[in-house]
């Protein structure tokens, strides 16, 4: 029964009195897969940055990943992300969408970050 008002509640529904209680279970649950995301590609890939947004809008079941990791070097774009959907293989099992914005190697970073501070100088 539990596990039915998480979901439900995930979806919109409220339940009265228990509202508080699941949604304090739906943060803790969704703040955990974060974390659970970003603990295994912190192991698996070693990235210099890592940024793991949850886009789902409250249900924990869609991210949105910037990654820089030596890893990605000499790699094509598409092998980067099937290197992140591996190291996130088992969590994937329960994630419906996973967008890899950003999959680069430290030097590129560094490009993009400069890139973004000279079209963009200080005032």
């Known amino acids: 029964m ?5 979901k ?3 979806i919109g529904t409220t339940w009265g009195n ?3 209680i699941v949604n304090a279970r739906v943060s803790l649950n969704l703040k955990c897969k974060k974390l659970q995301v970003e603990s295994c590609l ?10 793991v947004v949850d886009t789902s809008g ?10 820089v990791s030596e890893e990605f070097e000499g790699k094509r774009i598409l092998e980067r992300h099937r290197m ?3 190291a996130l293989e088992e969590e994937m099992k329960e994630i419906h969408t ?13 490009q993009l ?3 973004c501070n000279q079209a963009n100088p200080a005032a």
Request: proline fraction near 4%; hydrophobic fraction near 35%; aromatic fraction near 6%.
């Open 2 to 6: 539990e596990v039915q008002k998480e």
């Open 8 to 10: 439900a509640f995930c």
């Open 18 to 20: 228990d509202h508080h």
């Open 42 to 51: 912190k192991s698996k890939l070693n990235p210099t940055h890592l940024e």
């Open 58 to 67: 409250g249900c924990g079941a869609s991210f949105v990943v910037d990654i």
């Open 84 to 86: 992140v959907n591996a």
């Open 98 to 110: 996973l967008s890899v914005k950003k999959a680069v190697t430290p030097e590129q970073w560094k």
């Open 113 to 115: 970050q400069q890139d």
